[in-house]
Antibody
Framework: EVQLVESGGGLVQPGGSLRLSCVVSGFTFSSYWMSWVRQSPGKGLEWVANIKPDGGEEYYVDSVRGRFTISRDNARNSLFLQMGSLSPEDTAVYYC???????????????WGQGALVTVSS | EIVMTQSPATLSVSPGERAILSCRASQSVSSNLVWYQQKPGQAPRLLIYGASTRATGIPARFSGSGSGTEFTLTISSLQSEDFAVYYCQHCHNWPLNFGGGTKVEIK
């Protein structure tokens, strides 16, 4: 059974940092692109970042580029999102998701974690 | 950047009736379009990929169609468990954008 379990969410002050983790099981983690997708309270979905299976390529949405860093540890079946310079606009549930690659730059998500809530507030 | 627009924002349907949801892309995405279902407090679930192929375990009452810029998700006979929010997403290039969602509610 495929499972993705996020952790590390919480309350952080504006300008602060937070690191999210996602531990996966049930598939060969090192063979898949992985993504973070967020959802602001009561709002829609926004893809945030993704990373190649070997960690050699990363892509980000413009709104987080330079502030967030995605990384992975294939030996530990783990995905990470280091978030910095956080603002209230980053408040959201952050989901880790497994990418399915149609063609390069064409991805969708077939498995999702349950999400980790990040609240940025003073 | 490709913008995805879904309509209507809310669709009120009686159980057993058919629901038709629309998704429009600001430029052609060929057939690189997927649909997700999300229930309150849950993660999204993949329904349709490649515009028209049902994901594993998805009932046949869900069908997708379209290509280019216009896409449709049809639920042929709504069951109680189908009342949820539905999102489309293009998978054509970066950034991977979602539509704003259509909430299917009980009439």
């Amino acid at each position: 059974e495929v499972q993705l379990v996020e952790s590390g969410g919480g309350l952080v002050q504006p300008g602060g940092s937070l690191r999210l983790s996602c531990v996966v099981s049930g598939f060969t983690f090192s063979s898949y692109w992985m993504s973070w997708v967020r959802q602001s309270p009561g709002k829609g979905l926004e893809w945030v970042a993704n990373i190649k299976p070997d960690g050699g390529e990363e892509y980000y949405v413009d709104s987080v580029r330079g502030r967030f860093t995605i990384s992975r540890d294939n030996a530990r079946n783990s995905l990470f999102l280091q978030m910095g310079s956080l603002s209230p606009e980053d408040t959201a549930v952050y989901y880790c998701a497994r990418d399915i690659v149609v063609v390069p730059a064409a991805h969708y998500f077939d498995y999702w974690g349950q999400g980790a809530l990040v609240t940025v507030s003073s | 950047e490709i913008v995805m627009t879904q309509s209507p924002a809310t669709l009120s349907v009686s159980p057993g009736e058919r629901a038709i949801l629309s998704c429009r892309a600001s430029q052609s995405v060929s057939s690189n379009l997927v649909w997700y279902q999300q229930k309150p407090g849950q993660a999204p679930r993949l329904l349709i990929y490649g515009a028209s192929t049902r994901a594993t375990g998805i009932p046949a009452r869900f069908s997708g169609s379209g290509s280019g810029t216009e896409f449709t998700l049809t639920i042929s006979s709504l069951q109680s468990e189908d009342f949820a929010v539905y999102y489309c997403q293009h998978c054509h290039n970066w950034p991977l954008n979602f539509g704003g969602g259509t909430k299917v509610e009980i009439k």
